[in-house]
């Protein structure tokens, strides 16, 4: 595949994203400015992720934080997005190269976050990733531990938490995934109403299931299969 046939194969695929998340969005009564792509980039090299920024896809999404410093690297105008889990020595070089954290999966990731903000003198932005599905394979709180976070949250002067994460089990029916993502909206909702804080966000959906995720309210999609499946590097 040349360079000219993988950025029109790449342009038609974000296209059918886009116009999936508006039709998805008409079903629920939102406006589909609400929703931002974060087009998933783990399997994508920098060339082929700067190609899907330079179509307007300006929100990548990186699993591992060294393959998000690459990313950060080749592609300067990208915003970053970190999805996947954050140990606490790799924080200092990270954060600084990130627009929000997905996936804070712990009270010890959330405290070093927390002082890693304070000493910088800026907070953090995360979203806090919770195992709504009740998947032993998938990190996060447990849903029921979520409550009791409350009074922890609105103590944090070095983080700002924007809202929750979540990942449906995988299923053939799509529809599977709707109850996880209803639940994430109910613990937001109850979180939002014990700390008064804003958590307009809600990160959920993946190649398989971000329709359903968007009508149930999402904010973020992370959509990296449907994109990026099947391209290599251009040939000359």
């Not at 927390?114 to 003198?121: E, P």
């Not at 032993?136 to 990190?139: D, E, L, N, P, V």
């Not at 992370?222 to 449907?226: A, D, E, H, S």
């Given at each position: 595949m ?6 029109s194969?790449l342009a ?9 998340i ?9 406006d589909?400015?609400?929703v ?8 994508a ?11 307007g896809?300006?929100d990548?999404?990186?699993s ?6 690459k ?13 996947g ?5 790799k924080?200092?070089r ?14 010890r990731?959330?405290a070093?976050l ?8 800026t907070p ?5 990733e919770?195992?709504?599905s009740?998947e032993?394979?998938?990190?996060g709180?447990a849903p ?7 009074d ?10 924007r809202g ?25 909702d109850a979180l ?15 190649s ?12 973020f999609v ?5 994109l ?9």
């Open positions: 040349t360079d000219s046939e993988l950025r194969v038609e695929r974000v296209a059918s994203v886009r116009a999936h508006g039709d998805a969005c008409r079903r629920a009564g939102r589909a400015g609400s931002t792509l974060v087009a998933v980039t783990k399997t090299s920098p060339h082929v992720a700067a190609i899907v920024e330079e179509l896809v300006h990548l999404g990186e591992r934080p060294q393959e998000l410093w990313k950060a690297g080749a592609i300067p105008g990208a915003r970053l997005h970190l999805i889990h954050l140990q606490r020595n924080i200092d990270t954060i600084p190269l990130v627009e929000l954290v997905h996936s804070v999966d712990s009270e990731v959330l070093a927390d002082a890693f903000g304070r000493k910088r003198g953090v932005p995360v979203l806090l919770v195992n709504c009740g032993a394979s998938k990190g709180f029921e531990d979520v409550p009791a976070l409350s922890k949250l609105v103590s944090l002067a070095g983080v700002e938490v929750l994460m979540t990942m449906a089990a995988y299923a053939d029916d799509p529809q599977a995934a709707r109850p996880t993502f209803a639940a994430l909206r109910g613990l937001r939002r109403a014990r700390t008064g804080l804003p958590l307009a966000e809600l990160s959920m959906g993946m398989n299931d971000f329709e359903i995720g968007v009508e149930e309210g999402a904010t992370r959509v990296g299969t449907t990026f499946e099947g391209l290599g590097e251009p040939r000359p």
